[in-house]
Every structure is written in C-alpha cells, then in structure tokens.
C-alpha cells in the first residue's frame, strides 16, 4: 500500500516535471527491453552472466577469435529479431513526436527497438541516437566502410563470415566493445542534448557504464532535473527529482499520458 502510494507520489512528481520542461533529454537502457525480452547485461540471466565480457566483446577478442565472437552476435541478432517494441518503447515514440523536436531519445542498446517503434509510429523525431552502436549494421575492419547488415551470419567457419564487398577485409559488428571510444559525433550530440534538457528522463539503466551514466548529471549540473524509472535503485537515485519504481513498459504509458498502440 505505501509501495503503491510512493509511486503515485513519484508519478505526480516526474510528471509534472515533465509538463514543465521545454527540452526532455531521454536516456534508455537494456530495462526498456526486457519487457520485450531481449535479456538485460546486469540482472539474473543477464548477457554478460552466461558470457564472459573480456571473451566476446573485446578487439582483442575479435583479433583472437571472430569466429566466436560473431557466434555470439548472430545468435543475439536472431533473439532480438523475434523481439517486437513494448508498450514503453511506443509510449515513448509516440511522446516524442508529439513534442517535436524538444525531446531527444539516446540509447545505450543495440537492439534497434526504438526505431522500429518509432518508424511505426511515423515519428522520425522519436528516431534514437545510438551510443554503443546497432547489432545490425557491420564495420568493415579493412576500409572502416559502415553498412546495414541483416543478413544471418554464417558462423560455422572462419571462411564463411561476413566480408567486406569492396575491399574483402572481415567485417566486424558496429558496435562499441570494451575499451574502444564513443564516436565522438554521437556522444557530442548525446552531451548537447543532455546540456540543452530540463529534464533528464533516465529509463532502464543500471548507470554504471561511462560515459552514458554521466549525461543525466550533465543536465543536472546545467540546472536540469533527472526523472528516473526502474524497478532498482541506481547511482542516479539519491539526486533523482523523482524515482519512478516500475517497469517501462507499464510505468511510461501512464506517466507520458500516451495510451501504447
Ligand atoms: P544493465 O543490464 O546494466 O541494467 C539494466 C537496468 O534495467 C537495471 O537497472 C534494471 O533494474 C533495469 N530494469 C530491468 N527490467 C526493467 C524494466 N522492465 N523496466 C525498466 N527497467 C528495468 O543495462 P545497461 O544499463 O543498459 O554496453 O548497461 C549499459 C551498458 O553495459 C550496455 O549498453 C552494454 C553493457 O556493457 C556495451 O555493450 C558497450
């Protein structure tokens, strides 16, 4: 009961926060996926339990054993094709087209959720920024050429993985692996909109991973406010203007006042 009724208080609170605010930075995490069950990195039966990190996510992993590593990444490119958009990612796209153009959703995952929910919501503002890169587009190690990839990978051998049309060097998946930098076009455009925001509305992440966990204190420190909802608390919580407790999929319907379609 007082669980329920420190909800609803919270609710009200980052609601009203967001009534107010011109500019809403979003950030998003694994946690908006889980609902569609793409598995989370840090909770029970979280990727990186089954999967040691510095094995499969590491250049030094890809240079020591693609073939493993890719594996890996079609099999996790196959679980999220059968995924769909939850209630939380559609709520969220449908918001921000509505609002156009002062919200700017960024994303730490590679699931490419939120453009599916945005695309068919008609919303290209609601299209996200992606951090650490999509599961399905590819780099091309030999002439850094970046491309969409779909197609399913052929892991079996060595031989049989993907390679560059144009220049036949293995291609590699465009995501950011430990110990490799952001790009630095997307985490600038991620910090302007973090700098720019009233309020930080932060869904999803455990926000231990830099240097997404510090964009919701950038907009706190240029006299923003950080909204956050997740069933856990997180590093962000103490200075939170308000910590919603919930599940993104049942909580950001109701706290955006967008019905999911
Ligand atoms: P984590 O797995 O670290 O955290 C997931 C967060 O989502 C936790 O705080 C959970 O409490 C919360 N959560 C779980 N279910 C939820 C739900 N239904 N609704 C809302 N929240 C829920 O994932 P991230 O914080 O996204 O980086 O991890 C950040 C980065 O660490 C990833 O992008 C990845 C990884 O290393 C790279 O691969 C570069």
Known sequence: MTDDLDRDRD???????????????????????????????????????????????TPQAFRRDPRLVWEWYGWRRELVSKCSPNPGHRALAAWAHHRRPHVRIVTQNVDGLHELAARSDGGEAALPVEL??????????????????????????????????????????????????????VLEEAGAAARSADVALVVGTSAVVEPAASLPRVTASSGGVVVEVNPRETPLTPGAHASVRGEAGSVLPRLLGVEAV
Do not use: N, Q
Request: with cysteine; proline share 7%; net charge negative.
């Open 11 to 57: 609710l009200d609170r980052a609601r009203s926060a967001l009534d107010s605010a011109d500019r809403v930075f979003v950030l998003t995490g694994a946690g908006v996926s889980a609902e569609s069950g793409v598995p989370t990195f840090r909770g029970s039966g979280g990727l990186w339990k089954e999967h040691r990190p510095e094995e499969l996510a």
């Open 132 to 185: 650490h890169g999509s599961l399905f587009r590819v780099r091309c190690t030999g002439c850094g050429r970046r491309m969409e990839h779909r197609r399913p990978i052929d892991a079996t051998s060595p031989e049989t993985l993907p390679r560059c049309d144009a220049c036949d060097a293995l291609l590699r998946p465009d995501v950011v692996w430990f110990g490799e930098s952001l790009d630095p076009e």
